[in-house]
């Protein structure tokens, strides 16, 4: 069973920039930020693979999140710049196990961005 722990949320203002960690007991394939707003869906914001030769942004995030995992550490990065009140969500680590479903989740951490 994989655990995660997310830590490095807190509240910003919008052009300001925050980094989020996510702690993992084991190694996993792929990990990911999801993100969800009171009254809306989740939304996955990136993800990365365990060799780190592939990502994925949301439309919403490109050019201002960077996702980036430390395999030795077992620990996975976001970090978030130009920040929109639009990305204030709590903010959720998650990992696939031997396929490609995101089975394991933290407990998430809040990001607020005031304008």
């Known amino acids: 069973l994989v655990q995660l722990v997310e830590s490095g949320g807190g509240s910003v203002q919008a052009g300001g920039s925050l980094t989020l960690s996510c702690a993992a007991s084991e190694y996993t394939n792929y990990m990911g930020w999801f993100r969800q707003a009171p009254g809306k869906e989740r939304e996955k914001v990136a993800a990365i693979n365990f060799a780190r030769s592939s990502t994925y942004y949301a439309d919403s995030v490109k050019g201002r999140f960077t996702i980036s995992r430390d395999n030795a550490k077992k620990m996975l990065n976001l970090q978030m710049n130009s920040l929109k009140p639009e990305d204030t969500a709590m903010y959720y680590c998650?990992?696939?196990?031997?396929?490609?479903?995101?089975?394991?989740w933290g407990q998430g951490t809040q990001v607020t961005v005031s304008s």
């Open positions: 998650a990992a696939t196990g031997v396929g490609y479903e995101y089975n394991y």
